[in-house]
């Protein structure tokens, strides 16, 4: 089996294909705009192109190299703030680029079973009665990641019906882990914890709203639904994907805090805040979970204890690189 990864050097899709190369007989493809520090590590486990899928002919070039029978679209602009900051930017990459995938999936009538990524940000602005966030809630998107995530939902749904394509669409709530970027908050919040130890800055955490409460679930938990999603999901449905159990950012600190022998202060930062902040957002998977099967096998602090043991271990290797 033959299966294209696309942004195969991010978070997700750097776990993604570490799951899909420990199956027995799966050919792993890989397209991302720069190989990346993820995409370095597995180099010689994946056929690789780097290429922008914002580009109709690249594009269509990298499925006709592939030719894949499993298609999981990971790749786009996932960092909310970004998007208040340049709004067409995200509009416009994470929408082109999946335009050009499905146009040319459409155009060699492919038989590729095809996942589409969306966001728990698709729901945005939740009220209390919503909650847990079923398939059917509302959207109401209160960025504009989260309104380009309903375009890439959409769009999956639309060449469904009008191409007959095998598209199953996904949207996860949080996920966290190692190789996180340290711009999303658990990543964050173990940096500096990991640098304070290593005396790399003062004994000083900065943080945002630590009241939000998200649906946080580990990286490899969610990779392993993405792949059951393509497996077994029905095309044409669309899936939630989450632990279903809300915790607050400040839960996150708290645990970080417990795992350091360093006493550190806590300081809030105004440049943390969003423009716009659901208070709390927590899923019901009970969908995919019956089609499935599955559920949530890593506990909260074992994830935490990872994503701090990958930071720090980031801070050694920057130490040893300065003192050469």
């Known amino acids: 089996m033959r299966t294209l990864i696309t942004g195969i050097s991010g978070f997700a899709g750097s776990f993604l294909a570490d799951y899909l190369l420990a199956q027995a007989r799966v050919e792993v493809w890989g397209v991302s705009h720069v190989e990346g520090e993820h995409g370095t590590a597995m180099r010689d486990r994946v056929k690789w192109v780097i290429g922008d899928l914002t580009d109709s002919v690249t594009a269509a070039r990298v499925l006709a190299e592939a030719s894949p029978d499993y298609v999981y679209h990971l790749a786009a602009q996932a960092f909310v703030p970004i998007s208040w900051q340049d709004p067409w ?14 146009h040319a999936l459409a155009e060699k ?35 504009p990641y989260g309104v380009s ?6 769009l999956g749904l639309q060449y469904f019906i009008s191409h007959k394509l095998h598209i199953v669409r996904v949207r996860p709530f949080n996920h966290i882990g190692p190789r996180q970027n340290e711009r999303f908050v658990a990543a964050n919040f173990a940096k500096q914890v990991a640098e304070i130890e290593a005396g790399a800055r003062e004994p000083v955490l900065c943080v945002g709203n630590l009241e939000a409460q998200r649906d946080f679930t580990d990286v490899r938990d969610v990779v392993r639904a993405y792949a059951l999603a ?11 994907i989450g632990s279903g159990t809300p915790r607050a950012v400040r839960e996150i600190l708290d645990i970080y805090l417990q795992m350091t022998s360093v006493d550190i202060r806590v300081e809030p930062d105004p440049a943390r805040t969003r423009p716009s902040d659901t208070p709390i957002s927590y899923c019901d998977a009970s969908k995919f979970k019956q089609q499935t099967g599955w559920e949530p096998q890593i506990p909260f602090e074992e994830t935490l204890r990872d994503t701090l043991e990958y930071w720090r271990e980031k801070v050694r290797e920057q130490n040893r690189e300065t003192h050469k």
């Open 89 to 102: 930017a995200t509009l416009e990459n994470n929408i082109r680029a999946e335009v050009n995938l499905l």
């Open 230 to 240: 393509l497996e077994q999901g029905s095309a044409g449905e669309v899936y939630n």
């Open 109 to 143: 009538n492919s038989q590729a079973r095809v996942l589409i990524v969306g966001s728990n940000e698709e729901y945005g602005r939740v009220a209390p009665d919503d909650l847990p966030i079923s398939e059917n809630t509302p959207l109401r998107p209160d960025s």
């Open 149 to 154: 995530k309903i375009a890439q939902d959409f």
